[in-house]
């Protein structure tokens, strides 16, 4: 006998609709499973005898057959347990799902027979919700995150013997709560924990303000990666569209915790990672740090340890938004918003050339800053140097907290907004919208000085621009003035001369 | 004004040093060219006879014909111009060379030839092949003779010559000589700094655009070189570098000439170490060769920059102190972020400070005027 049951497998970060065909006939006993399985789901095949068993049914002693369609999609994962386990459960007439013509499963099973969480449960009951597909039972761990997406019916099962008695009609679950979803940064991280430091608090913000990505250069122990992780914090709170976006690839990454979904995401790689582990790759493509840190902040410490490879990688991204991964199989596109942050020591001993205790030979350090002006380089725009905070900064009060640089944060973006469009930022600027930016005109001599005087690039100059066109967004102020833009001057990532 | 102007028979003469060039080459042997600056000496007739016997009257005839048009028409074409010996503006310091070109092709802004005089032009030379320490006092020597209004002349080679160009082109005027063409980018890996001197500064040649370089061009504009500064300083040269015929031809028109010292169990360092032996000046930094050329006392920074505000003359001053971050700035002040930022951009602006790609800040040489 034949019996079918829907499922979703995930595909990236998207779930793709898989229908399971069970047919159950006689023969010599022997369970195989077709439709382009990897190993987890070959691997079911002994899950689902052993839970049908352990949960009271019958295993068939049957020629059993599964088939996954379309057979052309690669399934992956073990989420397609449950899926198989009911429709053979149909298929050798233990149980009727008459009253749910329309109902897609997902989970893993464990031998026992209860069901185990399985990533991208989100997505798949987006997917779901766009198919029409009026309910969807999923692990009950992964219940509230389910409740999130509205107009599809959430069924939390535990075990197989529940999906049983859900068929017969002696169990209706409630819908479980949605999962809270966060707008800002998670955690207790407070931009109040950097003291003094005044020059990299001021760059912080005009970067949160901007959109712009931020390079510090300071000796080791100097605050850099916490001054990192306290940036996302000062950006503006998600809009609830971007939380669940953000919160959809979380998901799908079996990144979601149990109490929160959404927030800015803070994602700090190791420079040993490789190029696919940074924007992602491998077969079948998988999401990488950058799609994991969009719409939050991408911290690569040890900028110049990092392998030029791995950061030539991430500049098509970073130009575009999204990291395309292109496989024989099939050609994928992740989403990758966010705000790039380096960190790196001003030379390879890290004291920094001032230092009498600096030990490192002149021709190392150009070799070694030389690797800040690469190609990656070019799409920073912020320089802060840093610097050991002093004993008096130390054990002075605490700085500024996040919730007002924020207000101010939130306020500029929205300015920008009025001039640019919804969610656009200065960092994003087009060559034309740049021509449109109102200079005072002590403003643009500044401008024109430091850019004849060949202290910039053509590049460098629009950078400039942009940079200042922020500083005054911060301020409220409708042109940039001389004191803006010379605080520009002073922000802009350096080249080599 | 009018930009400057080259007769014809001056520019014939460079077309000819073009057509000769590889018999030249082919005659001024020896140690590598260094005859090159005896042949130049020879009227047009002789110097073909010399190299090129079998084919001097050809040479000589396929120059003569070339038409007063087309010799311009190339000039404007590679946009470059021309200065011959009977213009007024030809730089004073080869009319006393008795073997100075006859036209000199230059790129870059003419009315700077003005600023080309020997007593306010240096020439800093050196090996091609230097050490950390020879490119590290090359860039310094350059910024800071450049940073107080003189003009660093050099032969864009690799090494010092380079070095001494980077640190000129940051704070001042620098000319590159070059031995081929220029409009040709030699060598080839020193093309954005050739483009920024002609964008900036000068480049000069006695050559025809489009003229490739040749072992004997080198010794050639090095006497240029010699004669148009009137000190010349060898930062860092062994025994038998090129750049001691320069200084040779820069001692034989009765320049100046300066050396730096180096390690004295240096190989890199034997050939200025054997000039400061044989009585050069000694050269530690620009302020000595001011010294030599200015007469000693005349300090350096000599041109104050522009007057400064209270509150820049204070971010100075903490500069000064020691305050080589913008964080540093703040704190010595107690000032924020955005104001120490803004005012050491406004410093940077003014050329009283410099920032490294690390964001560093360092004091130039460019003296804050009295009140």
Not at chain 1, 463 to 487: I, K
Not at chain 2, 193 to 200: A, C, F, H, P, S
Not at chain 2, 267 to 277: E, I, M
């Amino acid at each position: 006998m034949l019996a079918t049951a829907q499922t979703f497998t995930l595909d990236g970060i998207a779930a793709r609709p898989v229908r399971v065909e069970v047919d159950v006939h006689k023969g010599l006993p022997a369970f195989s499973v077709v439709g382009l399985p990897d190993t987890a789901v070959r691997e079911a095949r002994e899950r689902v005898r052993a839970a049908m068993v352990n949960s009271g049914f019958q295993f068939p002693l049957h020629r059993i057959v599964a088939n996954l369609a379309p057979a052309s999609l690669r399934k992956a994962g073990p989420g397609l347990d449950l899926a198989i386990a009911v429709a053979l459960l149909t298929a050798s007439e233990q149980l009727t799902l008459g009253a749910l013509p329309s109902l897609a499963l997902v989970g893993e099973l464990a031998l026992d027979g209860s069901v185990r969480g399985v990533p991208g449960v989100l997505a798949i009951a987006e997917a779901a919700r766009e198919r029409g597909i009026a309910a969807i039972a999923v692990p009950e761990e992964n219940g509230a995150e389910a409740a999130l997406v509205e107009g599809v019916e959430v069924i939390p099962v535990r075990s197989l013997d529940q999906v049983a008695a859900l068929a017969d009609g002696e169990w209706a679950p409630e819908r479980p709560e949605p999962m809270p979803l966060r707008l800002g940064s998670p955690g207790g991280a407070d931009l109040a924990d950097v003291r003094g430091q005044r020059h990299l608090r001021h760059a912080l913000e005009i970067a949160a303000a901007g959109g712009h990505s931020l390079l510090m250069v300071g000796p080791p122990g100097a605050g850099k990666s916490l001054a990192a992780s306290r940036l996302p914090s000062i950006l503006p709170p998600l809009a609830a569209e971007e939380a669940l976006e953000v919160a959809r690839i979380a998901s799908a990454c079996g990144r979601l915790d149990g109490e929160a979904a959404g927030g800015r995401p803070f994602r700090a790689p190791h420079h040993t990672v490789s190029p696919a582990g940074l924007v992602g790759g491998g077969n079948p493509p998988s999401a990488g740090e950058a799609t994991l840190a969009h719409r939050g902040v991408l911290f690569l410490d040890e900028l110049c340890e990092f392998r030029r490879d791995t950061l030539e990688a991430l500049r098509a991204p970073l130009e575009t938004g999204w990291v395309t991964i292109a496989r024989s199989g099939a050609r994928r596109r992740l989403p990758c918003r966010f705000m790039l942050v380096g960190a790196a020591n001003p030379c390879p001993c890290g004291r920094g050339e001032a230092d009498p205790e600096c030990s490192c030979v002149p021709l190392a350090v150009r070799r070694y800053q030389a690797r800040l002006s690469g190609a990656l380089a070019d799409r920073i725009d912020v320089l802060a140097a840093v610097r050991q905070p002093s004993a008096e900064e130390m054990g002075g009060p605490p700085g500024e907290a996040s919730a007002a640089v924020r207000e101010r944060v939130v306020a500029a973006r929205e300015r920008q907004e009025g001039r640019l469009g919804p969610g656009r930022c200065n960092a994003e600027m087009s060559p034309a919208e740049l021509r449109e930016c109102r200079l005072d005109e002590s403003a643009a001599a500044l401008l024109a000085d430091a850019y004849s005087r060949r202290r910039l690039s053509g590049r460098a100059h629009d950078r400039v621009l942009r940079l200042a066109q922020t500083v005054a967004d911060l301020a409220g102020s409708a042109s940039v003035d001389r004191e803006q833009m010379a605080q520009a001057l002073q922000l802009r990532r350096r080249e080599e001369s | 004004m009018n930009g400057p102007r080259a007769c014809p028979d001056c520019l014939r003469r460079s077309r000819l040093l073009a057509h000769l060039a590889p018999y030249i080459e082919k005659v001024a042997t020896g140690s590598p060219g260094s005859r090159s600056p005896e042949l130049l000496r020879l009227s047009n007739e002789d110097l073909a006879m010399a190299v090129a016997p079998k084919v001097a009257e050809q040479v000589l005839t396929q120059v003569a014909v070339v038409p007063e048009r087309r010799l311009e028409e190339d000039l404007a074409d590679a946009r470059c111009w021309a200065c011959c010996r009977h213009d007024e503006r030809y730089p004073v310091g080869l009319r006393d060379a008795a073997d100075a070109p006859w036209a000199l092709i230059g790129r870059g802004d003419s009315a700077l030839l003005g600023r080309l005089e020997p007593g306010e032009a240096v020439t800093v030379v050196g090996s091609r092949r230097a050490t950390t320490y020879g490119r590290q006092v090359a860039r310094e020597l350059g910024r800071d003779l450049a940073a107080s209004g003189m003009v660093v002349v050099s032969g864009l080679a690799f090494g010092i010559d380079a070095c001494a160009h980077r640190g000129a082109v940051e704070a001042g005027l620098t000319v590159a000589v070059l031995g081929c063409g220029t409009d040709v980018a030699y060598p080839a890996s020193h093309r954005a700094l050739w483009r920024r001197i002609g964008e900036e500064g000068l480049v000069l040649s006695e050559l025809p655009p489009g003229t490739g370089a040749w072992r004997w061009s080198f010794p050639a504009r090095n006497r240029i070189m010699a004669a148009l500064a009137g000190m010349t300083v060898v930062v860092e040269a062994a025994q038998r570098s090129g750049s001691l015929i320069t200084a040779d031809l820069a001692a034989d028109l009765g320049r100046d000439l300066g050396a730096v010292p180096g390690p004295i169990n240096s190989r890199a360092s034997g050939g200025t170490n054997g000039l400061l032996a044989g009585g050069a000046c000694v050269v530690r930094g620009a302020q000595d060769v001011l010294d030599a050329m200015l007469g000693p006392g005349v300090s350096m920074g000599e041109r104050p920059g522009p007057a400064l505000e209270p509150a820049l003359a204070a971010t100075l001053a903490a500069v000064e102190a020691g305050a080589d971050t913008c964080d540093a700035v703040a704190e010595a002040l107690d000032v924020s972020g955005a104001e120490a930022a803004a005012a050491l951009a406004t410093l940077e602006a003014l050329g009283y400070l410099t920032c490294s790609l690390v964001g560093a800040y360092a004091r130039t040489m460019l003296a804050v005027p009295d009140v």
